[in-house]
T-cell receptor
Framework: GAGVSQSPRYKVAKRGQDVALRCDPI?????LFWYQQALGQGPEFLTY????????KSGLPSDRFFAERPEGSVSTLKIQRTQQEDSAVYLC?????????????FGPGTRLTVL | RKEVEQDPGPFNVPEGATVAFNCTYS??????FFWYRQDCRKEPKLLMS???SGNEDGRFTAQLNRASQYISLLIRDSKLSDSATYLC????????????FGKGTMLLVSP
């Protein structure tokens, strides 16, 4: 079956531009997570959805970052007025989140470069 | 202090060597522990969970010491295909399964 997909795979933005990153989780997965991975670092948590509800957004670095999952499946991470420090790989992960089915499956990521 | 700290890398070892990675975590209430593997420019993938009793999967052995807040991964008989970054991962007691990652330790296995 299909895994988690993300688009675009690569995005180059000029400083100040808005970007939107898309995540298609595995069908039927209740939970969806966004992580940010800077070069040479481990992924860092941004936000978490359970179905359409955003239950935790404590990792979003500023109010320029916004995420949504309106129908409980596809999610979009939007970054407004991008800055150079936003350059990173943005990873999406999904899980069934049922008892014994907690494993998170990651998508290939979107590599964002802000010039 | 970061929540999850790992040995700095990279580790350069010859094929067949045994290599061990260490990791410490700061939140004593952390509830679940894992090792993930990440190949260059790829996404992280679960390697194995870590249990207090210790667990083994083929050439890989993971150990957890809750009293010392310490996690380890041992790889025996290293293969070229083991070259990757190994990420120590903890789930804090937050009610959600948010993963907290260490910085990762890079392993390079050479012929």
């Amino acid at each position: 079956g299909a895994g988690v997909s993300q688009s675009p795979r690569y995005k180059v933005a000029k400083r100040g531009q808005d970007v939107a990153l898309r995540c298609d989780p595995i069908s039927g997965h209740v939970s969806l997570f966004w992580y940010q991975q800077a070069l040479g670092q481990g992924p860092e948590f941004l936000t978490y959805f359970q179905n359409e509800a955003q239950l935790d957004k404590s990792g979003l670095p500023s109010d320029r970052f916004f995420a949504e999952r309106p129908e409980g499946s596809v999610s979009t991470l939007k970054i407004q007025r991008t800055q150079q420090e936003d350059s990173a790989v943005y990873l999406c992960a999904s899980s069934l989140e049922e008892a014994g089915a907690w494993e998170q499956f990651f998508g290939p990521g979107t590599r964002l470069t802000v010039l | 202090r970061k929540e999850v700290e790992q040995d700095p890398g990279p580790f350069n070892v010859p094929e067949g060597a045994t290599v061990a990675f260490n990791c410490t975590y700061s939140n004593s209430a952390s509830q679940s522990f894992f090792w993930y593997r990440q190949d260059c420019r790829k996404e992280p993938k679960l390697l194995m969970s870590v249990y207090s009793s210790g667990n083994e999967d083929g050439r890989f052995t993971a150990q957890l010491n809750r009293a010392s807040q310490y996690i380890s991964l041992l790889i025996r008989d290293s293969k070229l295909s083991d070259s990757a970054t190994y990420l120590c991962v903890v789930i804090p007691l937050s009610g959600y399964s948010t993963l907290t990652f260490g910085k990762g330790t890079m392993l390079l296995v050479s012929p």
